[in-house]
């Protein structure tokens, strides 16, 4: 199984099973392509919640807002690898602006908040670069983007 930059975030929580190893370099890849490199300050990738073959997930990503404020989004995702293939579902949200300097307290409020302790997030800093976010992605394996023949979602 390929493992991410982020596998050892896994460690900090409880985990059952592979989990979806292609469910966050794909949801980072959403969030830099709808985004865009140039507007992402700093991006807070939490450690994932795995159960077997499943698993969630929250990246946070401050945004450049024209001002000393930040726009915050996050970006959530669920996943399920089952033998039909791979299932993803990423939602981004506006969450709203604040100071730069009270970001990192709002993702310490995060952790403490969760119905589960998520564990500390691994803080990535973009400011603005493409180069930042490439070298980001380039941290995967390439196995991890190849496109997975999901079939038709089972109901349920």
């Given amino acids: 199984m390929a493992r991410t930059p ?47 073959r499943r698993e969630w997930g929250l990246v946070a990503a401050s945004c450049f807002d024209g001002s000393q404020a930040r726009r915050l989004i996050t970006a959530r995702y669920s996943a399920q ?28 409020g995060v952790v403490k908040r969760g119905p589960r302790p998520l564990g ?14 490439d070298a980001l992605m380039a941290g995967f394996d390439g196995e991890l983007f190849e496109e997975a023949v999901a079939g038709l979602r089972a109901a349920g």
Avoid: H, K, Q
Wanted: glycine share 12%; net charge negative.
């Fill in 6 to 52: 982020f596998s050892n975030v896994r460690g900090e929580t409880e985990d059952d099973g592979p989990g979806v190893p292609e469910a966050l370099p794909r949801t980072l890849r959403e969030v830099g392509r709808r985004l865009g490199p140039a507007a992402i300050d700093r991006l807070w990738i939490f450690p994932p919640m795995v159960r077997g």
């Fill in 81 to 108: 690898r089952t033998g039909r293939g791979l299932y993803l579902d990423s939602r981004l949200l506006d969450e709203g602006v604040a100071p730069a300097d009270r970001l990192p307290r709002v993702m310490e």
């Fill in 120 to 133: 500390n997030p691994r803080m990535v800093e973009v400011a603005g670069g493409t180069e930042a976010f």
